[in-house]
């Protein structure tokens, strides 16, 4: 496999980062506070600084905040979370790119809001070949104005280790990124209100293809992942991942 270094910054500090099935765990307690009435965002500015859907021409599947949530009408923060990142990072946007097919795994670790560890994998392919890409950051966070800012970053080159490029699309597609539902969309997977209030990773998908694009997020996977089929999917996405692309080892070794 060739990784090629195309940016790094020396970064302090650690994040535990070990799976079986790529999976993250850290401290995420400030989840339970921004998607309660708790956290002093600045609503009555909000559409100077939240993201606003692009137009596009391709079918958007962007879930929104219902009614009963102070964001009413607005796409789910991480979605414009991922969005702000994207731009930082000078990346395509695949709600509106030339290329046939994107996939992405943004990872949110927060710790703290000075220099969480944050990670991105991209595969995409456009009409010459596949490219793929992983970037390990740190990321500061402001809850007035809902702002992730990377401070440093690293990103490297990406080939599959263990197949083929055709074979891990062809996976991924077996593990249904194309139909897969943010997590607290599945009919009774949240009881009470439940999601998000905990201390685990919470990891964001985009997939898009020449006519659609998706989002969608999936938290505290292992909550209940033997009675849903769809975090038994995320897991296995995100083993697929790490069997072909050792993103997971690169970021602990990247964090420690």
Known sequence: MTRKQTKEGAVPGQNNLKHNTAVILVNMMWVALLVTACVPVRLDKIDTFYTPLPESSRQLDIPKYGNDHRLSGYPYVYWHFCKQKQQQLGLVSPETSTDSLVFR??????????????????????????????????????????????TRSKTIDLEPL?????????????????????????????????????SNTTFSFEYATASIYRFYQYNNIYRVHDKFWQPQHVISILGLLEREFQWDAQARSYFQ
């Open 162 to 198: 263990v197949t083929n490029w055709k074979t891990v699309a062809d996976s991924l597609m077996f593990f249904k990124i194309d139909i897969l539902p943010t997590d607290d969309q599945i009919p009774d997977y949240y009881t009470n209100q439940s999601g998000y209030g905990n």
């Open 105 to 150: 795994l943004w990872i949110t670790n927060p710790s703290g809001r000075v220099g969480q560890p944050h990670a991105l994998v991209e595969l995409r392919k456009d009409s010459l070949a596949w490219h793929g890409t992983l970037v390990l950051m740190r990321v500061d966070f402001r809850t007035k104005n809902l702002t992730e800012t990377i």
